[in-house]
């Protein structure tokens, strides 16, 4: 770790923690850490500890527009599971193998 910073304004009788920023050395420690982070929500103490990329301000509303398809389609769905894949929305029959992809673009 290069760096840590809190964001975002502290308030007064918020007990809430604040996000923190952290910087790497370089992209490869990037890549293994977001790639770990999913392991963190089953660490006792750890579960709602949240890890995400730094993204610039369209990638945020590309991503927001994605979480907001993907809401859209668990509720017109709610027999298929829905999740995020590598920007794009995979479904799938919950006792199937098979999935399909859509690819939502801003």
């Known amino acids: ?27 490869d420690h990037v890549a293994q850490v977001l790639r770990s982070a999913k392991r963190l929500h089953t660490k006792e103490g750890y579960k709602s500890v949240y890890l995400c990329p730094d993204r610039t301000v369209q990638e945020r509303k590309s991503y927001k527009m994605l979480l907001d398809k993907l809401k859209e389609k668990r509720e017109s769905e709610p027999n298929r599971t829905h999740y995020i894949r590598n920007n794009r929305i995979v479904s799938s029959d919950m006792n199937s193998n098979s999935s399909e992809g859509e690819v939502v673009k801003s």
């Not at 770790?1 to 790497?24: A, I, W």
């Open 1 to 27: 770790v290069v760096s840590t910073q809190s964001t975002g304004v502290k308030r007064s009788g918020d007990t809430r923690p604040r996000p923190v920023k952290f910087s790497l050395r370089n992209s």
